[in-house]
């Protein structure tokens, strides 16, 4: 079970506004050992993103409002989002994925999404090893369903690099993965594959291990 807390903070300059924020950052139910963990590690991420924007970007904002000003041009608010997606939990076993989004006036928005495996019991991350360790040739299959999928969206007409196959297999980060009803997903980051403009890229696996699986400990 999990639960969000959620805020919105307006920065201004010169009494204007220049960046608007929201929050939502997603917190386990429960006092025991396992949800302070995952709470924490939440926690963490939450304050990574508000220090980027209350800081660098911030700075970035009142920066261009003051060009605008110069110019006599209008000015939009820049905006950045926390969000978080729903949550999968089954056989011991939480995955969720987070967005941190930043859209700088009427530019297109960028996106960095990460995802977390967790087994609920110890508040530990499961690992891709941990997930598909008990099948035989799992990181080649991975890599073929996700050539296959490269091959759908180029059917589909979704723009990709020349060299989007090679780049799959270069730069597959094993961390980018959560588990849904269907399954695990794995994803790319926006510009690995292929222009921003393309967004995150998703490949449904038809592959999966024990997700339960035990562990003795892990890091505090």
Same mark, same amino acid.
């Given at each position: 079970?999990? %639960?969000?807390? &959620?805020?919105?903070? =307006?920065?201004?300059?010169?009494?204007?506004?220049?960046?608007?924020?929201?929050?939502?950052? *997603?917190?386990?139910?429960?006092?025991?050992?396992?949800? !302070?963990?995952?709470?924490?590690?939440?926690?963490?991420?939450?304050?990574? $993103?508000? #220090? !980027?924007?209350?800081? *660098?970007?911030? !700075?970035?904002? &009142?920066?261009?409002?003051?060009?605008?000003?110069?110019?006599?041009? *209008?000015? $939009?608010?820049?905006?950045?989002?926390? #969000?978080?997606?729903?949550?999968? %939990?089954?056989?011991?076993?939480?995955?969720?994925?987070?967005?941190?989004?930043?859209?700088?006036?009427? %530019?297109?928005?960028?996106?960095?999404?990460?995802?977390?495996?967790?087994?609920?019991?110890?508040?530990?991350?499961?690992?891709?090893?941990?997930?598909?360790?008990?099948? =035989?040739? $799992?990181?080649?299959?991975?890599?073929?369903?996700?050539?296959?999928?490269?091959? +759908?969206? +180029? /059917?589909?007409?979704?723009?990709?690099? +020349?060299?989007?196959?090679? /780049?799959?297999?270069?730069?597959?980060?094993? +961390?980018?993965?959560?588990?849904?009803?269907?399954?695990?997903?794995?994803?790319?980051?926006?510009?690995?594959?292929? *222009?921003?403009?393309?967004?995150?890229? %998703?490949?449904?696996? =038809?592959?999966?291990?024990? =997700?339960?699986?035990?562990?003795?400990? &892990?890091?505090?």
């Amino acid at each position: 079970m999990w %639960e969000y807390i &959620c805020w919105k903070e =307006t920065l201004f300059w010169a009494e204007e506004p220049v960046l608007e924020l929201a929050l939502r950052v *997603p917190l386990p139910v429960g006092e025991g050992p396992a949800e !302070r963990r995952m709470g924490r590690w939440y926690a963490r991420l939450g304050a990574v $993103w508000y #220090r !980027r924007w209350t800081g *660098p970007l911030y !700075r970035a904002a &009142c920066g261009a409002c003051a060009l605008a000003r110069e110019r006599a041009r *209008p000015f $939009w608010p820049w905006r950045a989002e926390l #969000r978080s997606g729903p949550v999968w %939990e089954a056989d011991g076993v939480s995955s969720l994925w987070t967005e941190g989004v930043e859209r700088r006036g009427r %530019e297109e928005p960028r996106v960095v999404r990460t995802a977390m495996i967790w087994e609920a019991r110890s508040g530990c991350p499961i690992t891709a090893s941990e997930l598909f360790g008990a099948e =035989t040739g $799992w990181r080649k299959r991975i890599n073929e369903q996700v050539e296959e999928g490269l091959s +759908r969206c +180029r /059917r589909e007409g979704i723009a990709l690099w +020349r060299d989007a196959e090679r /780049r799959a297999v270069r730069k597959c980060d094993l +961390r980018n993965l959560y588990l849904t009803a269907d399954g695990p997903v794995l994803f790319y980051p926006m510009g690995v594959l292929g *222009p921003s403009g393309s967004g995150i890229l %998703e490949f449904p696996l =038809t592959l999966g291990g024990d =997700t339960a699986s035990e562990k003795e400990s &892990c890091p505090k």
